[in-house]
T-cell receptor, first 114, second 117 residues
């Protein structure tokens, strides 16, 4: 298996534009997580899915952020409209169980909003 | 309120020496877990070591050990015999209580470790 695959690796966009980040979890993993990493706040859990169903989205900063998982092999994190403070590295991770010690992280998408 | 505090933004160590990365945490729960992750320049997060709040002995995994001092609420990571490949960001994390079966983690801001020859 190729691991958790995120695309794009880098995204630069103008303020106000819509941004869509994509994630392909490891096949057979029932849990998928979206994290945001910034220098000031470290790594924060935004939302996680179990069997394609969003379970906890309390970490989503505001209504401009939305996440979907239409099937077991694909998830998106969308920001509309984007703002400069959204600039961060966004990580997707997946695990077979709910145990974070068994979670595999993707390489992240570095988002820059100018 | 900051639940995980890593006060060292950067640390330097020479190859083959030991290094301690600090982590303090804040919780009122009796049952919790503490984790350390490594993030190399390639970006992925790699799980290193875990310590449960009820574990009486400090966790060890190869060259990694966790200096767990419960009364002081600290969970420092000790890397012995540093190697050049240890250069990376290191994150301390704590498991928050959850009734969903999923271990929700809160991460610190990280410490960048540079190992020099």
């Amino acid at each position: 298996d190729a691991g958790v695959i995120q695309s794009p690796r880098h995204e630069v966009t103008e303020m106000g534009q819509e941004v869509t980040l994509r994630c392909k979890p490891i096949s057979g993993h029932d849990y998928l997580f979206w994290y945001r990493q910034t220098m000031m706040r470290g790594l924060e859990l935004l939302i996680y899915f179990n069997n394609n169903v969003p379970i906890d989205d309390s970490g989503m900063p505001e209504d401009r952020f939305s996440a979907k998982m239409p099937n077991a092999s694909f998830s998106t994190l969308k920001i509309q409209p984007s703002e400069p403070r959204d600039s961060a590295v966004y990580f997707c991770a997946s695990s077979k169980t709910g145990l974070v010690t068994e979670a595999f992280f993707g390489q992240g998408t570095r988002l820059t909003v100018v | 309120a900051q639940k995980i505090t890593q006060t060292q933004p950067g640390m330097f160590v020479q190859e083959k020496e030991a290094v301690t990365l600090d982590c303090t945490y804040d919780t009122s729960d009796q049952s919790y877990g503490l984790f350390w992750y490594k993030q190399p320049s390639s970006g992925e997060m790699i799980f290193l070591i875990y310590q449960g709040s009820y574990d009486e002995q400090n966790a060890t995994e190869g060259r990694y050990s966790l200096n767990f001092q419960k009364a002081r609420k600290s969970a420092n990571l000790v890397i012995s015999a540093s190697q050049l490949g240890d250069s990376a960001m290191y994150f301390c994390a704590m498991r928050e209580p959850s009734n969903t079966g999923f271990q929700k983690l809160v991460f610190g801001t990280g410490t960048r470790l540079l190992v020099s020859p």
